[in-house]
Nanobody, 125 residues
């Protein structure tokens, strides 16, 4: 079993930055593929970014490429999402998700075995 806890969300003006953190416990963290997802009101949950267990393979949805960076610190069992140049359309609840499978690329929702509770990100115009 894996427990995931997100933090770092908040209210920021367009063009600003936030760093989200996802702390994991309950299983050897370094074996997990970790992804960030988001869900805006009235929309389905969507993939944002993912990191392989080594941190070498990183993938992003097109709308955040060049603005968001995913990273992980296996010694701290934590994965981060640095979000720069935020836009109002980035407003959503952000979730981290984990899979014990070695995955790369865009992660489908169905590939995720464990979810955090989410953290709200609101970007004002």
């Amino acid at each position: 079993q894996v427990q995931l806890v997100e933090s770092g969300g908040g209210l920021v003006q367009a063009g600003g930055s936030l760093r989200l953190s996802c702390a994991a416990s309950g299983r050897t963290f370094s074996w997990l593929t970790i992804g960030w997802f988001r869900q805006a009101p009235g929309k389905e949950r969507e993939f944002v970014a993912a990191s392989s267990w080594s941190g070498i393979s990183r993938d992003y949805t097109d709308s955040v490429k060049g603005r968001f960076t995913i990273s992980r610190d296996n010694a701290k069992n934590t994965v981060y999402l640095q979000m720069n140049s935020l836009k109002p359309e980035d407003t959503a609840v952000y979730y981290c998700g984990a899979s014990p499978k070695m995955l790369t690329g865009v992660l489908p929702i169905g590939a995720i075995d464990y979810w955090g509770q989410g953290t709200q990100v609101t970007v004002s115009s």
